[in-house]
């Protein structure tokens, strides 16, 4: 069966330190994969995605992901984090084109001033 | 602009009521998609819907039911709440013909108490 797993709940970062928020999938076949983020009381906002191509992906508001196959892990990053970042991240994947996306557990990502 | 609302945002209903969750998007979309999201389990998939008259049901379908009579339209029909149904759900929609790989559009969520 397809899962997404982010084994941190919560990720601690001073502003100005790079950050980074794991994401390792199990699925059968080549995946599509997305992070999104949420802000309180909001919905889900797309972030970015990889599909095939250059494993390393950029995305909104200064956030990359890089995609390693041998590892099946899709983290996502950026240099310099903002306290403005601070919010819920959640990785998510898609086997095929058309099907519903399976969604990790979330990660609380917390960037202190 | 286009866009995908939810109503209602706030719900308070006692066990065993009928409810509906509205979602309406107006992006023309194909597919679109009922998740609930409850603290240690993320989003999980509660029903989706691929186009008119198609419905599917997801991980965690029990208790659930949804119709598609048009593009625009996937109500959510909880037939009797239960208590564990207290959540925040979320729509959202898709379309793979645009954007060829079909990233979600969410709504805003509507968050629903059972009592």
């Known amino acids: 069966a397809q899962s997404v797993a982010q084994p941190e709940d919560q990720v601690n970062v001073a502003e100005g330190n790079p950050l980074t928020v794991k994401c390792t999938y199990s699925v059968s076949g080549n995946p599509y994969l997305f992070w999104y983020v949420q802000y309180p009381n909001r919905g889900l906002q797309f972030l970015l995605k990889y599909i095939t191509g250059d494993n390393l992906v950029k995305g909104s508001y200064g956030f990359e992901a890089e995609f390693n196959k041998s590892q099946t892990s899709f983290h996502l990053k950026k240099p310099s984090a903002l306290v403005s970042d601070s919010a819920l991240y959640f990785c998510a994947v898609r086997v095929q084109a058309g099907t519903a996306l399976i969604f990790g557990k979330g990660t609380t990502l917390s960037v202190s001033s | ?115």
Not at chain 2, 18 to 25: D, E, F, P, S
Not at chain 2, 63 to 72: A, D, I, L, M, P
Not at chain 2, 93 to 112: A, C, P
Request: a negative charge; glycine letters at 8%.
């Open chain 2, 1 to 115: 602009d286009a866009e995908i609302t939810q109503s209602p945002r706030h719900k308070i209903t006692e066990t065993g009521r009928q409810v509906t969750l509205a979602c309406h998007q107006t992006w023309n979309h194909n597919n679109m998609f009922w998740y609930r999201q409850d603290l240690g389990h993320g989003l999980r998939l509660i029903h989706y819907s691929y186009g008119v008259q198609d419905t599917n049901k997801g991980e965690v379908s029990d208790g659930y039911s949804v119709s598609r009579s048009n593009t625009e339209d996937l109500p959510l029909t909880l037939e009797s709440a239960a208590s564990s149904q207290t959540s925040v759900y979320f729509c959202a929609s898709s379309d793979i013909k645009r954007s060829g790989t079909g990233e979600l559009f969410f709504g805003e969520g509507s968050r629903l108490t059972v009592l």
